[in-house]
């Protein structure tokens, strides 16, 4: 359906000469660990904070609600501010951060970006590893939100500038599939520490994310520069050479003009962040606040980081909670691997519908179970094992729609829209609207179970089939679409076009008057 879906019939796709080898693979595949820091934490907050030895320290309140109070209502158990800001805090420090990493993102590389990210989450880590106090524990979670606010900023940008546009989808979705890998580790670990005699395990789980950081802060220091980054900083001739190594060929001059020709037209603007509310940048700003808003709002990362909570307090053991969530992370890393296969292959718009009709029918059914078990009052005797093997695999079918469709390409979509002049500013509004509604999300999340109960399932549903009619209508298909050309999506697209035209946009007019050369924003 090309009036809904993007590019009309007569328009015709820009190729560069190109192949994917063995170097970007590898520094691909390095830069794309980034997102073990993200993850782990995600994994790691849910399963120490059911924890009994960790809430007796730091929690009391919630240890006393959870275990020796009457009360028998599961949906109320958990419900503390303190305990929703220990999670959520880490939320308010990315966005922040965010804000600041554009900058540094722009002016000094995508590596030291990183950089930065991977030293500040060990620095919270460590912290967190030997807290004593709440105080403690919020700080390090601070610290460990600025190290996530560079690397996300910095990391999906830099994994569509080294790709090849045939396999962009792909390994940037190397990002969101070290995310599930973290998720998956600090899973399992939460459930071997917890088994640990004396209570002291989940200063392992906390202090282990220095691991990923590690892994990160070395990773940026040996990675190469992405070319587009060292012509935005005026480097010609080792961008060129290095464009030569990252694409495997000799002839690179019309993709290495193009990104000259969009990082000349970049500097012409002196605020980034005004010019996001150009109309010409219309659609662009659209997807960086609606993208990654509706992608909180699928209700993932309460399934993710309060896994163990939820599965306790729809009665599993603590040993089985965590078990469960390791059973959703293996599942959660599985269907990342498809979109990784399908992305190139189906497109962005066929994932982003399929995955949202799959979690729309899931939460459904999610939602009439525990209806029928919890009711309103939340209280309910000796739980059948069938029901909660039904619960648990609705959760995981659930959780696969999610992994292959908003998880990847809520991070993949928003870094290949963006032209040059106004990526580092997108990409950290991107970031930074994912950050406030995880952290109003994360902050909400126990206060909304306790007073909407299982119709906490209905508002998240109801956000999902808003989401998946949004994508249908007024998302443009960007598959194999180079990065320089993606102003055509716009240009073509039944509803974007009256924002977007020829005449605004100086690649177009570059384009149909020189017939080669796009000034179309490049992959940077």
């Known amino acids: 359906m090309p009036a809904v879906g993007g590019m009309l019939p007569g328009d015709e796709k820009k190729e560069y000469p190109g192949n994917l080898t063995p170097f970007v693979m590898v520094t691909c595949i390095v830069a794309a660990m980034g997102g073990l820091i993200f993850g782990y934490d995600i994994g790691i907050s849910g399963g120490v904070t059911s924890m009994d030895s960790f809430l007796e320290e730091f929690f009391p309140k919630v240890y006393r609600k959870k275990n020796l109070m009457a009360t028998k209502n599961q949906y109320c158990k958990y419900d503390s501010p303190t305990l929703t800001m220990f999670t959520s805090s880490l939320y308010l420090a990315a966005l922040l951060a965010s804000i600041v990493a554009s900058t540094v993102t722009r002016k000094f590389g995508r590596r030291l970006s990183m950089l930065f990210g991977g030293v500040l989450f060990c620095s919270g880590a460590i912290i967190n590893g030997f807290a004593k106090a709440v105080w403690m524990l919020i700080l390090g979670r601070v610290l460990l939100g600025f190290g996530i606010g560079f690397t996300n900023q910095s990391v999906p940008l830099y994994l569509s500038e080294m790709a090849p546009y045939r396999f962009r989808g792909a390994l940037n979705i190397g990002f969101q599939l070290s995310i599930t890998v973290g998720i998956l580790i600090a899973n399992v670990l939460n459930y071997f520490f917890a088994k640990i005699k004396g209570g002291w395990g989940w200063r392992l789980s906390l202090g282990g994310a220095m691991v990923p950081a590690l892994i990160i802060t070395i990773g940026s220091l040996v990675l190469p520069d992405t070319p587009n980054s060292m012509i935005e900083r005026g480097q010609h001739e080792e961008a060129k050479k290095k464009l030569q190594r990252v694409r495997g060929v000799e002839d690179v001059e019309e993709e290495f003009q193009d990104l000259v020709a969009a990082s000349q037209a970049s500097k012409t603007v002196e605020h980034p962040w005004t010019n996001l509310l150009q109309r010409k940048y219309r659609p662009h700003l659209t997807m960086a606040i609606l993208i990654p808003f509706f992608q909180q709002l699928t209700g993932i990362n309460v399934i993710m980081f309060y896994a163990p909570v939820l599965f306790n307090t729809i009665g599993f053991k603590t040993n089985a909670s965590l078990m469960s969530a390791v059973i959703t992370g293996s599942v959660n890393v599985a269907a990342t691997i498809v979109s990784i296969y399908g992305v190139d292959k189906w497109g962005r718009r066929f994932l982003f519908l399929e995955g949202g009709i799959q979690m729309l029918i899931c939460q459904a059914v999610v939602t009439a179970a525990i209806a029928a078990k919890f009711g309103v009052s939340g209280i309910a005797e000796d739980l059948p094992q069938w029901y909660a093997i039904v619960v648990v695999l609705f959760i995981c079918i659930y959780v696969a729609g999610f992994a292959w469709s908003w998880g990847p390409l809520g991070w993949l979509v928003p870094s290949e829209i963006f032209p040059l002049e106004i990526r580092s500013a997108a990409q950290s509004m991107?970031?930074?609207?994912?950050m406030i509604f995880t952290f109003a999300v994360a902050q909400v999340f126990l206060m909304m179970l306790c007073h909407l109960k299982f119709g906490l399932f209905?508002?998240?549903?109801?956000?999902?089939?808003?989401?998946?009619?949004?994508?249908?209508?007024?998302?443009?298909?960007?598959k194999g679409i180079p990065i320089e050309e993606m102003g055509k999506v716009w240009k073509t697209h039944w509803y974007w076009s009256r924002f977007v035209t020829d005449s605004e946009y100086h690649i177009g007019a570059l384009e149909m008057g020189k017939g080669g050369q796009t000034d179309r924003k490049g992959i940077n």
């Not at 808003?466 to 960007?478: H, K, R, S």
């Open 458 to 478: 209905i508002f998240f549903a109801f956000f999902v089939c808003i989401m998946t009619v949004f994508v249908y209508f007024f998302l443009p298909e960007t």
């Open 430 to 434: 991107n970031v930074s609207v994912n």
